[in-house]
């Protein structure tokens, strides 16, 4: 069982910068972690994930170069580091874990958190 937490969710201003945080526990090892995001009326998509052991990542090709995804093995804690921010990186935030294949495959993940909330103002 893998439990997660994100956290650092806000409101911004165009071309700030925030940084998710998402805390894991339990079993995790061998897993993918991955971040998502849901826009109001929009489907969620994958946005960015590393394999934890690893430390292989991948992402979404419209937050190349803008956002990074990284790991500190001791915190147990994956990071979101979002810079350049735009209005339409507005949506809710998900961290997720799993013993994934394909990085950008929802359904892969089995264990998700709560979501937090990123507001990006024009």
């Known amino acids: 069982q893998v439990q997660l937490v994100e956290s650092g969710g806000g409101l911004v201003q165009a071309g700030g910068s925030l940084r998710l945080s998402c805390l894991a526990s339990g079993r995790i090892s061998n897993v993918g972690v991955g971040w998502f995001r849901q826009a109001p009326g929009k489907e969620r998509e994958a946005i960015a994930a590393i394999t934890w052991s690893r430390g292989s990542t991948h992402y979404l090709d419209s937050v190349k170069g803008r956002f990074t995804i990284s790991k500190d093995n001791a915190k147990n804690t994956v990071y979101l580091q979002m810079n350049s921010l735009e209005p339409e990186d507005t949506a809710v935030y998900f961290c997720?874990?799993?013993?994934?294949?394909?990085?950008?495959?929802?359904?892969?993940?089995?264990?998700w958190g709560q979501g937090t909330q990123v507001t990006v103002s024009s």
């Open positions: 997720a874990a799993g013993y994934t294949t394909t990085w950008d495959v929802l359904s892969q993940y089995r264990y």
